[in-house]
């Protein structure tokens, strides 16, 4: 081994102790080329022949870190693996005699991160909710649209802030001269959402024969309340359903241009029936037909059913349906049929048509405002 290589692993030992395991702001190996190149004086010639890469992917990746060094949060990463002690044989056999505590003397606990990150991390996933640090400032503030942003709904100190980004849980939305803004990421959002699923499980009392619920299940999923009606009483309640299942409902949570939901609920419910019909209709002895020829423009609704259909009621579902995509038409019933019945996301559904790129809502939204002309929805009232 060359005195490179030893400088390189010694680099890249102090950079694992800073950083988490699988997960980071940063790639282990990049700043381990930054260390050693900014640290340690070793060229970056030498770094790319003691590692086997070319000398331009050592040069990227010591740019890189130092590009996100304006970040104050990622700067106080760096500075703890500059900070963290060269690993020389004695030390590093003084190390391994110790009992492992798992964090080094002064930092926070992964569990007292998680416990912390509980109560910050909702905040931070409300709509326009954005953390911001003040370069030199000892807390970081959280600002929501409750009080338009005029003053904190939370304060937490920097070095939780630090921690969070070590996970990956937030990334800079925006900086400028006075402040650096933070927004929570999809892992951050999955995470808070494993954690309330969790606590849910906890709070949950044990008995019966069900399967428990999973908690990592519960960052896969968008759980909302929806009014269902009884047929039996005809009264309304509130249950708990997953409407992340399908692109209608992730749609249901996006707002437009104008602060308005995306849909409008009578264009939700046509979405439901049309997809409540096509699962009924695929019920009986013909499980197995063939959907795909109801995608081509040439197909049209003939209204006859054939001999050796399933029973009246999904070939009255089966008929309800070919009637909605005879009035959508040609292209309109294509992403409705995919969206609605098939849940196919619709950026697969843009690929398979053709269409340019989030053109896919715009149409989806015209064919559910025709399927509500067609069942003959009212608007709901507020």
């Given at each position: 081994?060359?005195?490179t290589?030893?400088i390189?692993?010694?680099c890249?030992e102090r ?5 988490p ?16 190149h ?22 990227r ?8 060094r ?12 500059e ?10 056999a ?24 509980k109560?910050?991390l ?10 911001m ?14 009080n ?9 100190p920097?070095p ?11 990334k ?14 999809d892992v ?9 699923a ?29 009014l269902?009606?009884d047929?039996a ?13 399908s692109?209608?409902?992730w749609l ?14 009578e264009?939700?419910?046509a979405?439901?029936r ?12 013909q499980v ?14 003939s209204?006859?059913?054939r ?10 579902a089966?008929?309800r ?15 409705a ?13 843009e ?8 053109s ?9 405002k ?13």
């Amino acid at each position: 081994m060359t005195e490179t290589q030893a400088i390189l692993d010694n680099c890249a030992e102090r950079v694992r102790k800073t950083l988490p395991d699988n997960a980071g702001p940063c790639s282990p190996q990049e700043a381990a080329y930054y260390l050693a190149h900014t640290e340690q004086g070793e060229s970056i010639r030498r770094l790319a022949d003691a590692s086997g890469t070319h000398p331009s992917t050592v040069l990227r990746a010591v740019r890189r870190i130092e590009q996100r060094r304006d970040d104050p949060l990622f700067d106080r990463i760096v500075s703890e693996m500059e900070e963290a002690p060269v690993p020389t044989p004695q030390i590093q056999a003084n190390i391994d005699a110790r009992p492992s505590s798992g964090t080094a003397p002064g930092r926070l606990t992964i569990e007292q991160v998680r416990t912390e990150a509980k109560k910050f991390l909702r905040r931070l996933s409300e709509p326009s909710a954005f953390l911001m640090i003040a370069p030199g400032a000892q807390k970081a503030g959280i600002f929501g649209a409750n009080n338009d942003f005029k003053k904190p709904t939370a304060l937490l100190p920097v070095p939780l802030a630090v921690e969070f980004l070590k996970q990956d849980w937030i990334k800079v939305s925006s900086r400028s001269s006075a402040a650096v803004r933070y927004q929570i990421t999809d892992v951050g959002r999955s995470f808070l959402r494993r954690t309330l699923a969790e606590e849910t499980v906890d709070r949950k009392p044990g008995g019966g024969l069900a399967e428990a619920p999973v908690p990592y299940l519960g960052q896969h999923q968008a759980m909302a309340d929806k009014l269902m009606m009884d047929p039996a009483t005809g009264k309304s309640s509130a249950v708990r359903i997953n409407i992340g299942e399908s692109p209608i409902g992730w749609l249901t949570r996006r707002k437009g241009p104008d602060g308005k939901p995306f849909l409008a609920p009578e264009e939700v419910d046509a979405a439901e029936r049309l997809r409540t019909d096509f699962e009924t209709a695929n019920i009986g002895p013909q499980v197995a037909q063939d959907w795909r020829k109801f995608l081509t423009p040439s197909d049209k609704y003939s209204g006859s059913p054939r001999a050796g259909e399933p029973g009246e009621g999904p070939m009255m579902a089966r008929d309800r349906v070919m009637k909605a995509l005879a009035a959508l038409g040609p292209g309109l019933a294509d992403v409705a049929l995919r969206t609605c019945c098939f849940l196919e996301g619709l950026e697969s559904c843009e690929r398979r048509m053709g269409w340019s790129s989030r053109s896919g809502k715009v149409v989806l939204q015209i064919a559910l405002k025709r399927l509500v002309e067609h069942y003959g929805l009212a608007p709901f009232k507020s």
